[in-house]
């Protein structure tokens, strides 16, 4: 390699360090005995007594919960809605109505969070008062929410999967009888699957992890698992929260390591019957 | 068999439409028509827009909302240091991203994969604990003072936390890898013959790279700026948990307004303010990526 790359190469590593000497700092200090969190206690260290306080939190665990089945709600919803505007936007062409669509939907990936948060509270407010639903917030009108800002980025993922294929195969299929149904389930699902399943485990991670739009259209008693963390955070560090960052960063990590490990495998899978079909037809 | 596709088509066009007609752009309507009213304690919390008088309807609209916000410095000043840490944090984004990006791009095809996941890594883990972290980093008896102490570098603690320097650290931290990876989808299009060819005619690395690979980039540039400066101009858990308490940022604001004191036309009005500076980014991005949507391989 030429020298003149040498200085992007610096910038890359000291970038990557930046990056993970936070990371690495709070699962460190999870394991530390003292309760001042920063100050390494050698004596008593390592330990997993927070890991105990933790999984004895009912605060924590209620709160988790509660934004697990938000997630995989929100997530779900997202993703149906996400697939038909990224199939509309795709593959409809110029029909009317796509610009509304497509400005509408892109929006909520920029957009300042109190801003959506703030509207969504004041439109639940709104209808309260219009038709009497909702009653109060709660965890339905946080899904509500969270669906709408997760379906944006499916859209994107779907649409830019969509993009990628041209519509050759699914138009052969209907030249050859096919109904259009039948054309969305057994052609273009299968293709844009992976987009799906992508779409996915963003949005699932997206509400999982929202704090300043479920602040607005949270309730009493609907404290998700940002929710309770921020109000503890907000008054210094507490050891407790590093040991919930570290199982928490653990299993993400386990899940991209062993999902992109499977996606190498079947590459390699792919790579190698081709080259035995070539070696076939020799 | 014809009629019933182009029903299908309206209908799987329509639902997503319909949802984010109601849950996008009507409540925007509602923020706007709420900041044109007077706060006053009731069920909701502010006047009607439209009021009966002997009768006839007689339509109200207060300025008194935006008129606080422009007569009061701190809205002003709160706006204007909010766009300038987010124009700078921006700045410091591309300055450290845009090299990273490169070295990605220029990487051989097998750590590739391996240095974006690395990249992509923290995105995935929560955003507030990450922010969290530099909590423990910065405080008075953190990490980094108590590194710096133990190695004689300075003799008394740094005050780091609830400083300009903390919020700043914290987004370039947190928006980093949306820097990157707009870029890096970038530059990973771009061909090499071309500076092998600008260097077959002796132009410099530098001069190569000014001349062809700046300007190609330029696209992924601009994606990942307004990636950045748009929601970091809103921001509100950084500068909340890292920042100083007599310096807020606009985000922080508009939620304290709705919050604490419970006035819902400012609160509107500085959301309405927001977007109103911030709708020609928005409107760019939207180009950019429809371009890059429209564009993919």
Partial sequence: ????????????????????????????????????????????SPTLKWYGVLVHNEQILTAAWLSIRIALTAASAAVVLGTLAGVALARFGAYRGRLLLAGMVTAPIVMPEVITGLSLLLLFVALGQLIGWPKGVGAVTIALAHITFCMAYVTVVVQSRLAGFDESLEEAAMDLGARPLKVFFR????????AIASGWLLAFTLSWDDLVITQFVAGPGSSTLPM??????????????????????????????????????????????????????? | MRLSQAMGRRLIAGVPTLWLLLLFLIPFLIVFRISFSEVRLAIPPYTPLLSWHHGAPRLEVHWSAYSFLFTDPMYVSSYLYSLKVAALSTLCCLLIGYPMAYAIARAGAATRPLLLMLIVLPFWTSFLLRVYAWIGLLKSNGVINNVLLSLGVIHHPLALLQTDFAVYIGIVYSYLPFMILPLYA???KHDPALLEAAADLGARPWRAFLAITLPQSLPGIAAGSLLVFIPAVGEYVIPTLLGRPDQLMIGRVLSDEFFENRDWPVASAVAIVILLLLVVPILLFQRVERRQLEAAP
């Avoid at chain 1, 999870?30 to 206690?41: A, E, K, Y």
């Avoid at chain 1, 052609?187 to 992976?194: A, E, N, Q, V, Y």
């Avoid at chain 1, 560090?237 to 079947?266: E, F, K, R």
């Fill in chain 1, 1 to 44: 390699m030429k020298p003149r790359g040498l200085f992007s190469r610096i910038a890359l590593t000291l970038g990557l360090v930046f990056l993970y000497v936070p990371i690495v700092s709070m699962i460190v200090f999870s394991f530390n005995n003292s309760r001042l969190v920063t100050v390494w206690d050698g004596a008593h």
């Fill in chain 1, 187 to 194: 052609i273009t699902l299968p293709l844009i699957l992976p």
């Fill in chain 1, 228 to 282: 309770v963390v921020f109000s503890k955070v907000r008054f210094g560090v507490t050891p407790d929260v590093n040991a919930l960052a570290t199982i928490l960063v653990l299993l993400v990590a386990t899940g991209i390591a062993v999902s992109t490990l499977w996606m190498h495998y079947q590459q390699r899978r792919r790579e190698r019957d081709l080259q035995l079909a070539a070696a076939a037809n020799l």
């Fill in chain 2, 186 to 188: 970038n530059l990973e």
